[in-house]
């Protein structure tokens, strides 16, 4: 595969990263299996892994990928997160100084290597003043255990902050971003990758098929959805204006030769500001399925057709695992005396 600037950290990465949330207990059990489909990947040409510490439970899949990766580490950029619950304990999440630095190491350890090349703040913490968590971050990349820092479905007053309080307090600047972005979900591009392009932060979109929704697989009027081994309730999946929405994408899908997976992921890779787009499969099958859309290049006459479908800037309802603003969940931060 081609490969594109990460931003301007100076690294190249592919159009295409695997996302490996998918393996463990949650997804594939299999680990003899979930490695075979990282060989497969990096064999393809992938050069991105991205995974989580609290990726299948007790950062299962950490120790998966690690151990995928013996003998082939040099190949990878290798991305992981911090800041999801890793137990009961109140301390042992969030994005203080006294979890990150604990929690790189242990996952350093089930990773069984000495550094990652982007260590990324999985979700926003109201709670924690950015400075601190960009001290300790700071501190990461000076001891070499850590390349470039990046953080997930930050809103764009966020990522102006954090590089506001980086200048300011000669600290490491956040270098990324990995927000969701589909046909079905395009919000970020109202505000989100422009504020990326201002200042240089390369992008891994996640969800590109909107959570399976782009896969064809989930028709309107077909069969109901399970849960299946997620974690979640896919309510997302019952969204009237979704569903509609597939549909009218499908004969545009139809129309250019292609599937409708192969539609949407196309479409994810095919903003300026996008440095990668995460696939997340479960099985070879899968991986081979996504791999085989690595060609597709969507001409205007098709990009057009999909902003008809979706405008450009518009959310077609969040994704159920997306972050939502404390303030919008909780009423009592939105009523005075409350």
Not at 104 to 132: A, F, I, K, W
């Amino acid at each position: 595969m081609r490969t594109r600037p990460l931003g301007r950290t100076g690294i190249q990465v592919t159009p295409y990263s695997l996302g490996t949330m998918m393996f463990g207990p949650y997804g594939n059990a299999d680990p003899d299996d979930c490695a075979r489909i990282i060989h497969r990947a990096l064999d393809a040409g992938i050069n991105v892994i991205d995974t989580a510490d609290v990726y299948g439970g007790d950062g299962e899949t950490e120790r998966i990928v690690g151990r995928a990766l013996r003998g082939r580490r040099d190949d990878v950029v290798l991305a992981t997160k911090v800041n999801g619950p890793m137990g009961d304990d109140p301390n042992r999440r969030g994005s203080s100084r006294r979890w990150i630095v604990t929690a790189l190491e242990d996952s350093l350890r089930r990773l069984g290597v000495e550094h990652v090349d982007l260590y990324q703040v999985h979700h926003p913490d109201p709670d924690t003043d950015v400075e601190e968590t960009l001290a300790a971050l700071t501190d990461l990349v000076r001891a070499g255990k850590v390349r470039a820092i990046g953080h997930s479905s930050l809103p764009a007053a966020g990522i102006v902050e954090a590089q506001w309080v980086a200048e300011r307090r000669g600290l490491a600047r956040f270098r990324t971003e990995q927000p969701p972005y589909s046909i079905l979900n395009r919000g970020i591009e109202r505000e989100v990758l422009p504020v990326c392009e201002r200042y240089g932060l390369g992008t891994l979109v996640w969800s590109p098929l909107a959570m399976g929704l782009l896969t064809g697989r989930f028709r309107r009027g077909g069969e109901p959805v399970a849960a299946g081994r997620m974690h979640w309730v896919p309510r997302h999946m019952t969204d009237g204006r979704k569903h509609e929405a597939v549909e009218r994408l499908v004969p545009v899908a139809e129309e250019a030769g292609l599937s409708l997976t192969h539609l949407a992921l196309g479409f994810a890779v095919s903003h300026p500001a996008v440095s990668s787009a995460i696939i997340g499969p479960r099985t070879l099958a899968q991986l081979d399925d996504l791999l085989a859309a690595g060609g597709a290049t969507l001409g205007d006459d098709v990009l057009d057709r999909i902003d008809e479908v979706v405008p450009p800037g518009v959310d077609l309802g969040p994704l159920d695992v997306s972050y939502v603003p404390p303030a919008l969940t909780r009423p009592g931060l939105r009523r005075r005396g409350s």
